[in-house]
């Protein structure tokens, strides 16, 4: 099951910084968290992950804070083209499942 | 960029019958996954293969699911005596075993009707 915890959905303006929270309270000291967005009718799109330390790409960054037990995956610049469902995965255990949940249903307005 | 391509995109089919989906990942990923959406849904997931074992499958993959992955590259998700309620998205996505830590990349998906 779901080790994480997100809002069902959020309102961005465009060019706005979209900033998404995640709790995951049970974080175990190995695991990673990644986030994953999801734009309708396609298959989840990887956007960034990380253990302890905040990581940055072309996409977003991902700000962790120092309990490990939220982080927040912020989006610089939103664009229309950023609407989608965002999921936010804690790496279970010794096991391979990544669990999805029901994501943040994030919609850019222009 | 020859990314994961799955097939068909759209299948309707009558209860009762037995479907087909077949997955190709990239090419060098060595691990292979099938997960079930539902609308509304995040992805379940259903197994994944270490090249051609199939090492995990959830209690959500009931006996008439079957998914093969013969030679380490393709793989197949038959679903015999489809239900109604097998009406879903079936993705797969494929990765390389990164040490902990691992990117999957999934297909478009097949959006499976059963009526």
């Known amino acids: 099951d779901a080790k994480t915890t997100q809002p069902p959905s959020m309102d961005c303006a465009e060019g706005r910084a979209a900033n998404l929270p995640c709790n995951h309270s049970?974080?175990?000291?190995?695991?990673?968290v990644y986030w994953y967005r999801q734009i309708h009718s396609q298959g989840p799109q990887y956007i960034i992950h990380g253990l302890k330390n905040n990581e940055t790409n072309e996409m977003a960054s991902l700000i962790i804070t120092e309990d490990r037990k939220s982080s927040t995956l912020i989006l610089p610049h939103a664009t229309l083209r950023d609407t989608a469902v965002y999921y936010c995965?804690?790496?279970?255990?010794?096991?391979?499942?990544?669990?999805f949940g029901t994501g943040t249903s994030l919609t850019v307005i222009p | 960029d020859t990314g994961v391509s799955q097939n068909p995109r759209h299948k309707i089919t009558k209860r009762g019958q037995n479907v087909t989906f077949r997955c190709d990942p990239i090419?060098?990923?060595?691990?292979l996954y099938w997960y079930r959406q539902t609308l509304g849904q995040g992805p379940e997931f259903l197994t994944y293969f270490q090249n051609e074992a199939q090492l995990e499958k959830s209690r959500l993959l009931s006996d008439r699911f079957s998914a093969e992955r013969p030679k380490g590259s393709f793989s197949t998700l038959e679903i015999q005596r489809t239900e109604q309620g097998d009406s879903a998205m079936y993705l797969c996505?494929?990765?390389?075993?990164?040490?902990?830590?691992?990117?999957?990349?999934f297909g478009s998906g097949t959006q499976l009707s059963v009526l």
């Open positions: 049970t974080i175990s000291g190995n695991e990673y």
């Open positions: 995965i804690v790496r279970v255990g010794t096991g391979n499942q990544f669990y």
């Open positions: 090419s060098e990923h060595n691990r």
């Open positions: 996505a494929s990765s390389l075993d990164g040490m902990g830590q691992e990117k999957l990349f």
